[in-house]
Nanobody, 128 residues
Framework: QVQLVESGGGLVQAGGSLRLSCTAS????????QAWFRQAPGEEREFVAG????????FYADSVKGRFTISGDNPMTMVFLQMNSLKPEDTAAYYC?????????????????????WGQGTQVTVSS
């Protein structure tokens, strides 16, 4: 069994920064993409950022482009999300996700249904 565990969430003022971490453990698997999603109360889960194993290709939602940076180690057992210039609208539970279904392209899946493993989430609250 694979476990993804997020950490690094918390309460921060608008304009501040947080760094989220996600660690994979358990059964050995290959993550072809790792991504961060978020879900605010009453809203659907939405894609935030992803990184592909092939070439380290990254992709971001328009709402976070230029403010958030996703990175990961080479085996893709850890993934990070550096969040700068945080806004109140970034408030949500943030989830780490991993896709272990093989694909060879240098692109990132953005649909939640495309991911095989999920963490339990970490809360990020940005005060105005």
């Amino acid at each position: 069994q694979v476990q993804l565990v997020e950490s690094g969430g918390g309460l921060v003022q608008a304009g501040g920064s947080l760094r989220l971490s996600c660690t994979a453990s358990g059964r050995t698997f290959t993550a072809y993409t790792q991504a961060w999603f978020r879900q605010a109360p009453g809203e659907e889960r939405e894609f935030v950022a992803g990184i592909a194993k092939s070439g380290g290709f990254t992709f971001y939602a328009d709402s976070v482009k230029g403010r958030f940076t996703i990175s990961g180690d080479n085996p893709m057992t850890m993934v990070f999300l550096q969040m700068n210039s945080l806004k109140p609208e970034d408030t949500a539970a943030y989830y780490c996700a991993a896709r272990s279904t093989y694909y060879s392209g240098s692109y990132v899946y953005t649909g939640a249904e495309d991911y095989d493993y999920w963490g339990q989430g970490t809360q990020v609250t940005v005060s105005s």
